[in-house]
């Protein structure tokens, strides 16, 4: 048999010219930046004063009212008090479009009411725009699998941090209205317990959870509490009430300017004229 002739080998390809070396960035140093807003979160039970303590904030304060709470406090409020309610807002796009309009140059705080209620509006917002792997709608979380619908919502509330970052560096300050909930602490070095947090979606694992990236954002993460006596395993109070900045056993929070838990008193604005210093 006739052997099949061999194919030429091809040219041999030009060598790349090796690009030319980037001149390296220069770094510039500037001042500290001042005039930014403080970045709150603020929580607790029900009926303790979340909603009218954030009215005496510095004023004109703009409020999305997700709650529907300023109705029925509005005959309460002290005279003076400068809110402004955002009208309209009943979605989470209708939040986000809202940020991103024009109108809030005399605004000096911007409270949430309640990033509870936000939160639920991100996920009705993703089970509406956010399909399943394999294309179909699903109805609840639960459906997208494993862990993937935390994600999913996760991705949706974040871009909301930002967008409040672009009002705290125009010099607004930021107000996230919590609801409360207890959670379980793992302790490392001994038993775990339980402590109010911020009710705000944080599965067990900690991945994508927006309670936890929440409060890493935050400046203050301000927890009132009613003021409590347990004996013989009976609770006795007064009503009265305490703010707590700074982390405790039985609540999550943090402070960048205030150290110690301090009285809430009703219509007293001595909490922000404490907190939001430079």
């Known amino acids: 048999m006739t052997a099949a002739p061999t194919r030429p080998a091809p040219p041999p390809r030009p060598l790349a010219r090796p690009s030319a070396p980037r001149p390296p960035a220069t770094v510039t140093f500037g001042a500290i930046p001042q ?8 929580y607790g039970p029900g ?15 703009a409020f999305f009212d997700l709650d529907d709470s300023l109705p029925r406090l509005r005959n309460q409020l ?13 979605s989470w796009s209708g939040i986000r479009a809202a940020l991103h309009g024009d109108g809030w140059d005399d605004v000096r705080t911007l409270v949430i009411d309640s990033a ?5 509006l991100a996920v ?23 862990g ?28 996230l209205i919590c609801h409360d909930c207890t959670a379980n602490v793992p302790n490392p070095t001994g038993e775990d317990w339980i402590r109010y947090e911020p009710r705000l979606l944080s599965p067990a694992s900690g991945k994508a959870s927006i309670r936890l990236r929440t409060r890493e954002w935050a400046d203050h993460v301000l ?17 009265t009430r305490t703010v707590y900045p700074c982390e405790l056993p039985h609540c999550m929070a943090k402070s960048r300017t205030l150290a110690e838990p301090m009285p809430l008193e009703r219509h007293d604005p001595t909490l922000w004229t404490r907190l939001l210093t430079e």
């Not at 005039?35 to 603020?42: E, Q, W």
């Not at 509870?116 to 639920?120: M, P, V, Y």
């Open 148 to 175: 993937k619908g935390f994600t999913h919502v996760y991705d949706v509330f974040l871009p909301l941090l930002g967008d409040l970052d672009q009002h705290a560096r125009a010099g607004r300050h930021i107000i």
């Open 35 to 42: 005039g930014a807003g403080h970045r709150v979160v603020l």
């Open 124 to 146: 009705e917002h993703t089970l509406a725009t956010v399909p399943h792997d394999k294309g179909h709608r699903v109805q609840r979380l639960e459906d997208y699998g494993y």
């Open 78 to 90: 002290p005279d003076g008090v400068d809110v402004r309610v955002v009208d309209g807002i009943t």
């Open 47 to 61: 009926g303790s004063g979340k909603t009218t303590a954030a009215t005496l904030a510095p004023g004109p304060v």
């Open 223 to 239: 927890f009132i509490g009613y003021d409590v006596n347990v004996k013989d395993r009976k609770g006795t109070g007064s009503g």
């Open 116 to 120: 509870t209620r936000a939160e639920e």
